[in-house]
């Protein structure tokens, strides 16, 4: 059974730093890509940021680019997000999925979610 477990939310200040968690279990790690995906209410699911764990291709988001920092660790199956210089807009619930797809963040191409992480940045 696949299982993805996001951890890591909080609430922050602007300006502040998190780095969120993504522990992986029930496929070949190596195999896929792990994506982080936000959701605001009232607004579409957002694609941020994906690793191939295979050879560790980053892509990010323009919204996030040169701020957070996506990163993984094969040996503990898990994937990171570290998010630097958080702003309210940044305030969202957070989810890791997995991906047969490399380098994509449509979140169709998504097929196993973690059940989220709350965001929350204060201004």
């Known amino acids: 059974e696949v299982q993805l477990q996001a951890s890591g939310g909080g609430l922050v200040r602007t300006g502040g730093s998190l780095r969120l968690s993504c522990a992986a279990s029930?496929?070949?790690?190596?195999?896929?890509?792990i994506g982080w995906f936000r959701q605001a209410p009232g607004k579409e699911r957002e694609g941020i940021s994906v690793?191939?764990?295979?050879?560790?291709?980053?892509i990010y988001a323009d919204s996030v680019k040169g701020r957070f920092t996506i990163s993984s660790d094969n040996a503990k199956n898990t994937v990171y997000l570290q998010m630097n210089s958080l702003r309210p807009e940044d305030t969202a619930v957070y989810y890791c999925?997995?991906?047969?797809?490399?380098?994509?963040?449509?979140?169709?191409?998504?097929?196993?979610w973690g059940q989220g992480t709350q965001v929350t940045v204060s201004s």
């Open positions: 690793i191939s764990s295979s050879d560790g291709h980053t």
């Open positions: 999925a997995v991906s047969g797809v490399a380098g994509t963040l449509l979140p169709g191409l998504y097929h196993y």
């Open positions: 029930g496929f070949t790690f190596d195999d896929y890509a």
